[in-house]
């Protein structure tokens, strides 16, 4: 087998064994390593610890226990199971990752579902090491105003998010003021119990005069942003965003220094971008410093 072969016999090791203490040790025999190594390889690779990975996993076990039709084990029996020594300890760690407590989480049939762990294989190894940028910039992005479209999404809906780039497209001759010819795909106003939001396709404009009859013009405040490139691979750049998002917001974020804000989510295109493969954007998630 080669390394990334005995790396994913690891992860099945670690799979195999949530519900009791997982050792370090054990994984790396398994990729037939040394420890320190291992741990080593183990960040290189995924761009998280062991730790937050199995912590992380175990959560996302939970929270799919949370919406088990026929009710979960009790906070306690779940607490135990993600090896924490309290119900309290286990809630903390929960609203940490999904950003509300475990029964709210409940009520609202897993808003935060965005958030899960999932488990690593070949492909999300592949997606970490061809696609995404592990680190981000920390960016300060003024505000700035784009011109385009607005639609409200959810779950369901949102493959049809590019339909709407394609029925912006005869109106951008239209749009006055274009300024540095980027465009812009803009999450807001999410609704995170309905699992929906704005999305807004547009370009960046000087200034709003009139607005050519359909469209909408939409002014973005300035903020703090976690900003990662994204390298396109294949054809359908709306499926492949998705795993990005979910490494971002699953992965990186529970392991970072830094707090989700419900503000707006910004997909940055360079002037002339067309999504072929070889192609970049950038992806911006509103943050501040954890408490």
Request: glycine share 8%; hydrophobic share 35%; aromatic share 10%.
């Amino acid at each position: 087998m080669d390394l990334q072969e005995r790396f994913l016999d690891a992860v099945d090791y670690i799979e195999e064994h949530l519900g009791e203490p997982v050792s370090l040790t054990e994984a790396a025999k398994r990729a037939q390593v040394s420890p320190a190594h291992f741990s080593r390889l183990f960040r290189v690779l995924t761009g998280e610890t062991f730790g937050s990975y199995v912590r992380q996993r175990r959560l996302t076990g939970a929270a799919e226990q949370l919406l088990e039709p026929e009710g979960p084990k009790p906070l306690i029996e779940l607490a135990f199971d993600c090896q924490y020594d309290s119900q309290e300890a286990f809630t903390r760690a929960f609203k940490r990752a999904f950003g509300v407590t475990p029964g709210t989480y409940r009520e609202r049939g897993g808003p935060s579902r965005v958030r899960w762990r999932e488990r690593l294989d070949a492909r999300a190894l592949e997606h970490r090491k061809e696609v995404i940028t592990m680190e981000p910039e920390i960016r300060e992005i003024g505000s700035f105003v784009v011109v385009g479209l607005r639609e409200r999404f959810d779950d369901e809906t949102k493959p049809q998010i590019p339909n709407l780039w394609q029925r912006l497209i005869p109106s951008i001759p239209k749009i006055p003021h274009l300024s540095s010819g980027r465009s812009f795909g803009i999450c807001l106003n999410t609704d995170t119990q309905a699992g929906s939001f704005d999305y807004v396709a547009g370009f960046e404009v000087d200034r709003v005069d009139e607005l050519p009859e359909g469209l909408i013009a939409e002014t973005i405040p300035s903020g703090t942003y976690a900003v990662f490139t994204h390298t396109i691979q294949g054809n359908d750049l709306h499926a492949e965003l998705q795993p990005t998002m979910q490494w971002i917001l699953g992965t990186w974020l529970p392991d970072s220094k830094h707090t989700f804000l419900n503000a707006a989510d910004i997909e940055i295109y360079p002037p002339g971008f067309e999504p072929t493969p070889g192609n970049s954007l950038e992806i911006c998630i509103p943050i501040r410093p954890a408490a």
